[in-house]
């Protein structure tokens, strides 16, 4: 049934493993010969920031979506990432669909979640959905699964907010099973047995490639070391803090460690255009999710997008450097950019994926050289 | 949010509705003048009739349903279904997620599940993932909802097979609240309940557009009835029943009825090729749901496929003939036909979609010029 794999974590001659030597990864601080990937990511946002804008409907972002994704694949990024969320002003409460329709328009982009908030969906019908992603795009479905950081899920699903962790474990547990073998044999607490029915389609690729996104919880980097899977790291935490999550990770990983980081920011061809765009972009976002908190001043903002500060936003070198700061500092090899925090003009988010592709040939290039 | 409708039942300027008159639909053997649709629909099949072939990937099965999807369109269909089912022969058990893949390649083809299997699903996740479908196909997502009449989601989703009518019409029932409403205030027994969420995206439609699949169940027909939506019936039954189905539906309609009809058969150029070709596929997947049947054999084949029989195999001629038929007899305004009952190879299939919109076209010209 499976054809050939494209997941490097599965075949040893596929792109980025050719490079990973001992298969051991790195340690921190020192330099990785991983090829570095890098990727885009939406929650397909409509509110536009800033008073007596009109609304973007749905149907107008996912079309934005649509030609998004097929820009970066043209210039050559190598992940495009859609977020499940179930607010009135997100249109991705479904990414394998928004998927599927991005698959048909592209020709090698890999295709992910990001990510899935697996507590409150059934593993079989995840995996069902993304392996049917894998077979419609010829192999480049991926999935990144997670706690989530919104609460709007929880009560959709009728998931005890409480309960996030153990419900994440025990489904983390079933949807590797699937992954892994055809016939399930399966007991939980959160969702019916598995008597050995299969459950398919089985993918394209030998293992759908599953990552664990992880944002401040230690327990969360530990469950992903444990179990064998590669960790986003969602940059809002401080550098000491990320230290101590992949440390975390590397020191109790059972396969070759991998880190990814999920990034907010804007590029632009002026710093000034970057800040002041992106400024009314996340402080709207802001507002939206946290109605009650004090607002963003310009400072705190610059703060933020200072050079190791979490806020990828700035020109083309200016973020660069945080690049590569982030690849020597924690030795993390993808890096996925969310440029459409909070919503922004189709046209600077066009323009950010075309600077954020030219920055991913010149990081490469420039590690490439130093790593001679 | 919403924007145009493309809905017949929602939008009176649609194609259909503008012939539909007083609203009320059509009696039993009366001539209606609702504009007849027509569509193909498969369940991605892959394991092919007899011994010795090769088996057929789900990748490939999945790269012919688009194509066959994008000839429907180009051919001038109506519609294009996808039938959700959980066993190793079929590749579609995430009907959303083809359709997605499909929206992409076709530009007016209406998509649709074919059936969804409800009882086994969250509504709340159904309506997200065709709301989806239908934004990105900018108007173009329907949905079939049905108890299903294979065995295995039931115990792979955890639910009693003998508790389908009550679980089917409670989660009918939340479907057609999601439908209908932004906010849910839902209690039931079968799903977490809902105090007062927005399910998100709303679609690109008004409403989308929901059938409820009824095979021999006469409760299920008055249920769709009374829930004020149309009904397709799989042409299983013997003709009484048929009548007695249609019978009970349009007794207990609360809107206007509309009934659909969905058929398993053939077109081939000559009706030697159509018959000798389905046989082998009709008794191949016959032999795949119900190993312990006895063998159906060539005479009760033939008697399958008689002018009044179920099966619509033949030449263009012969089937037109059946259409008309139903049309006539059950007041039928849809047809779904599914060819690729069993695997067929894709040329076969192609070819009698491309008979099948000439037939379309054939069909309506002459009960057009009968209806004056």
């Given at each position: 049934m499976n054809e050939t794999s494209?997941?490097?974590?599965?075949?040893?001659?596929?792109?980025?493993?050719?490079?990973?030597?001992?298969?051991?990864?790195?340690?921190?601080?020192?330099?990785?010969?991983e090829r570095i990937e890098f990727g885009v990511m939406t929650f397909a946002e409509t509110v536009p920031p800033g008073r007596g804008s009109v609304q973007v409907s749905c149907h107008e972002r996912l079309q934005q979506v649509?030609?998004?994704?097929?820009?970066?694949?043209?210039?050559?990024l190598d992940i495009y990432g859609v977020g499940?969320?179930?607010?009135?002003?997100?249109?991705?409460?479904?990414?394998?669909?928004?998927?599927?329709?991005?698959?048909?328009?592209?020709?090698?982009?890999?295709?992910?979640?990001?990510?899935?908030?697996?507590?409150?969906?059934?593993?079989?019908r995840v995996f069902q959905d993304f392996s049917t992603l894998d077979l419609l795009s010829s192999g480049r479905a991926e999935l990144i699964v997670g706690r989530g950081s919104f609460p709007e899920p929880y009560p959709l699903f009728g998931v005890d907010p409480a309960e996030t962790d153990p419900v994440f474990g025990?489904?983390?547990?079933?949807?590797?099973?699937?992954?892994?073998?055809?016939?399930i044999e399966w007991t939980g607490r959160h969702r019916p047995p598995l008597t050995g029915q299969g459950v398919y389609p089985r993918p394209y690729q030998d293992r759908l490639p599953l990552w664990v996104a992880v944002s401040?919880?230690?327990?969360?980097a530990?469950?992903?070391?444990?179990?064998?899977?590669?960790?986003?790291?969602g940059l809002f935490a401080e550098d000491h803090h990320l230290h101590h999550l992949c440390e975390t990770y590397r020191d109790h990983s059972t396969a070759a460690p991998r880190i990814?980081?999920?990034?907010?920011?804007?590029?632009?061809?002026?710093?000034?255009?970057?800040?002041r765009t992106f400024y009314r972009a996340y402080t709207s976002a802001r507002r939206q999710t946290h109605p009650d908190a004090p607002?963003?001043?310009?400072?705190?903002?610059?703060?933020?997008?200072?050079?190791?500060?979490?806020?990828?936003?700035?020109?083309?070198?200016e973020v660069s450097a945080k690049i590569t700061h982030l690849h020597h500092e924690f030795g993390i090899t993808r890096f996925l950019l969310h440029i459409s925090v909070g919503y922004l003009p189709h046209d600077v988010v066009l323009r950010a994926i075309e600077l954020w592709a030219q920055l991913a040939h010149h990081v490469r290039t420039d590690i490439e050289i130093h790593a001679k």
């Open positions: 494209t997941d490097p974590h599965d075949n040893p001659l596929a792109k980025g493993a050719q490079a990973r030597g001992d298969g051991q990864g790195i340690a921190v601080g020192a330099v990785p010969t649509l030609a998004e994704a097929r820009l970066a694949d043209r210039a050559g499940e969320h179930h607010r009135h002003d997100f249109a991705a409460s479904a990414p394998a669909v928004i998927l599927a329709a991005i698959a048909a328009h592209t020709s090698s982009i890999r295709l992910s979640s990001a990510t899935t908030v697996l507590a409150c969906t059934d593993p079989v025990e489904k983390l547990d079933l949807l590797r099973q699937i992954r892994d073998h055809e016939f401040h919880n230690t327990h969360t530990r469950r992903a070391a444990v179990s064998g899977l590669p960790m986003i790291l990814a980081a999920q990034l907010q920011g804007l590029l632009a061809d002026s710093a000034g255009e970057a800040s607002p963003l001043t310009p400072a705190q903002f610059t703060h933020l997008c200072r050079p190791n500060g979490p806020l990828a936003v700035g020109t083309l070198d």
